[in-house]
T-cell receptor, first 112, second 113 residues
Framework: NAGVTQTPKFQVLKTGQSMTLQCAQD?????MYWYRQDPGMGLRLIYY???????DKGEVPNGYNVSRLNKREFSLRLESAAPSQTSVYFC???????????FGPGTRLLVL | GEDVEQSLFLSVREGDSSVINCTYT??????LYWYKQEPGAGLQLLTY?????DMKQDQRLTVLLNKKDKHLSLRIADTQTGDSAIYFC?????????????FGTGTQLKVEL
């Protein structure tokens, strides 16, 4: 099992450009999550999907959209990137909400 | 709202014990977790404790939970250089809609020779 995979690993964008971060899990988990990690701020939840077909806002959803494409895949889209979105983005999955989460390796995004 | 607090840094010498502390505010938590993040990597689940337990031991790791004081600690015995990482505690209380884990800001553990 690969667990949770994320692509790309690194990305540099110019302000105003768009991009989609991809996440996939092979553990047959129902719930998936997107976090951002910034120095001194820990992990902040952007969006989550409790089950296939549902998505909900987390703590910091502004400037992002998500798609739960199927049970395996959960993508995060930045429509118009801003320097404040420079961060490390982590995808995670769990069998059910509030249960143990398993994390991907992260995507490092720099917005110039 | 929910809050999970940790000190930012801890430095220990190789072979000593490390104790990383965490306080939380949500008394409805059913599970509390410790995750480890090595440089450039994602978070790796280290261990977890059910809220009705006081202690859990797993090889070099000991988790202590004081539910009355809402205090969680992680003790690493015989700390090695490979233990250098950021350690996050997390809880799954009902505050915040009960739909997520709430993470602390992380404690950076530095192990010196």
């Amino acid at each position: 099992n690969a667990g949770v995979t994320q692509t790309p690993k690194f990305q540099v964008l110019k302000t105003g450009q768009s991009m989609t971060l991809q996440c996939a899990q092979d553990m047959n988990h129902n719930s998936m999550y997107w976090y951002r990690q910034d120095p001194g701020m820990g992990l902040r939840l952007i969006y989550y999907s409790a089950s296939e077909g549902t998505t909900d806002k987390g703590e910091v959803p502004n400037g992002y959209n998500v798609s739960r494409l199927n049970k395996r895949e959960f993508s995060l889209r930045l429509e118009s990137a801003a320097p404040s979105q420079t961060s490390v983005y982590f995808c995670a999955s769990s069998n059910e909400v509030k249960e143990t989460q398993y994390f991907g390796p992260g995507t490092r995004l720099l917005v110039l | 709202g929910e809050d999970v607090e940790q000190s930012l840094f801890l430095s220990v010498r190789e072979g000593d014990s490390s104790v990383i502390n965490c306080t939380y505010t949500d008394s409805s938590s059913t599970y509390l977790y410790w995750y480890k993040q090595e440089p450039g990597a994602g978070l790796q689940l280290l261990t977890y404790i059910f809220s009705n337990m006081d202690m859990k031991q797993d090889q070099r790791l000991t988790v202590l939970l004081n539910k009355k004081d809402k205090h969680l600690s992680l003790r690493i015995a015989d700390t090695q250089t490979g233990d250098s990482a950021i350690y996050f505690c997390a809880e799954n209380g009902l505050t915040g809609g009960g739909n997520k884990l709430t993470f602390g800001t992380g404690t950076q553990l530095k192990v010196e020779l």
